[in-house]
């Protein structure tokens, strides 16, 4: 799978937000993905970031009244992924500069 497919979209509310202060980041995935994928998709996005942990759960489908006979609807559940991202970005190796002797 390529991350289009496994992070549908970010989940942006307040709680989210203070979140990202402590380097963490919230996202909707697909039901079928698992922890590795998900840490894989994330790696590709940030560029640079390692990922030091993914915490999935899934989101219980939730029953809704509509319209004007109360009908009830049911919203599917989905899958919330909290990532943990490192705090520094991957610092690229220099090669060593020869010092010259005059």
């Given at each position: 799978?390529?991350?289009?497919?496994?992070?549908?979209?970010?989940?942006?509310?307040?709680?989210?937000?203070?979140?990202?202060?402590?380097?963490?980041?919230?996202?909707?995935?697909?039901?079928?993905?698992?922890?590795?994928?998900?840490?894989?998709?994330?790696?590709?996005?940030?560029?640079?970031?390692?990922?030091?942990?993914?915490?999935t759960l899934m989101m219980p489908e939730v029953?809704?009244?509509?319209?004007?006979?109360?009908?009830?609807?049911?919203?599917?559940?989905?899958?919330?992924?909290?990532?943990?991202?490192?705090?520094?970005?991957?610092?690229?190796?220099k090669p060593k500069k020869e010092k010259s002797?005059?």
């Amino acid at each position: 799978m390529i991350y289009k497919d496994i992070l549908i979209n970010p989940i942006v509310t307040e709680r989210t937000s203070q979140l990202t202060d402590s380097n963490q980041l919230v996202f909707k995935v697909s039901t079928i993905a698992n922890k590795m994928e998900i840490k894989k998709a994330i790696e590709q996005i940030t560029e640079g970031r390692k990922v030091i942990s993914v915490r999935t759960l899934m989101m219980p489908e939730v029953k809704l009244r509509r319209g004007k006979t109360r009908r009830v609807v049911v919203k599917s559940g989905w899958k919330k992924a909290i990532v943990s991202l490192s705090a520094e970005a991957k610092k690229e190796k220099k090669p060593k500069k020869e010092k010259s002797k005059e």
